[in-house]
């Protein structure tokens, strides 16, 4: 698992310290293409990086967005305790990293490389929906 999070560049600012920390709460989970991985209005508590593949945004049948490899989703819900903005609906096969919320807000918490970066999306994100 460490050597599959260096190359992801969300945590390539992460010490090795930080890494192993991480490491031992991530998850690596496989979806099917044509997968909803959640809907729109669901309760969230895991954030997703995908580490190959592709997904679909979408809100209320309107794509917002295709996210690949390396992009993030299902921040959103975590940082806002709101519920998921949009469906999540997979093109390809897809592999993801997840991380629960807890583990989340402390990586946000600890690590400023990786707070702004998740809050850059955020707010951009939350400018094209809104
Ligand atoms: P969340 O609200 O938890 O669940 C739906 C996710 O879709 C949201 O978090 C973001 O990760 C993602 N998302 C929402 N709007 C956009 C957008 N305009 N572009 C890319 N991703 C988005």
Do not use: C
Request: glycine share 2%; no cysteine.
């Amino acid at each position: 698992m460490i050597e599959i999070l260096k190359k992801i560049p969300f945590f390539s600012e992460l010490s090795d310290e930080d890494v192993q920390k991480i490491a031992d709460n991530i998850r690596l989970e496989y979806f099917p293409a044509s997968h909803v991985i959640f809907e729109q209005n669901d309760t969230g508590d895991i954030m997703y990086i995908i580490k190959r593949g592709k997904v679909q945004v979408i809100r209320d049948d309107t794509v917002l967005a295709v996210l690949e490899d390396n992009a993030f989703f299902g921040e959103m819900a975590l940082v806002s305790d709101e519920p998921r903005n949009a469906r999540i609906v997979t093109v390809t096969d897809v592999e993801a990293l997840t991380l629960n919320k807890d583990d989340f807000k402390r990586l946000l918490e600890t690590n400023s490389s990786i707070a702004s970066i998740v809050s850059y999306e955020v707010v951009k994100r939350a400018n094209a929906i809104f």
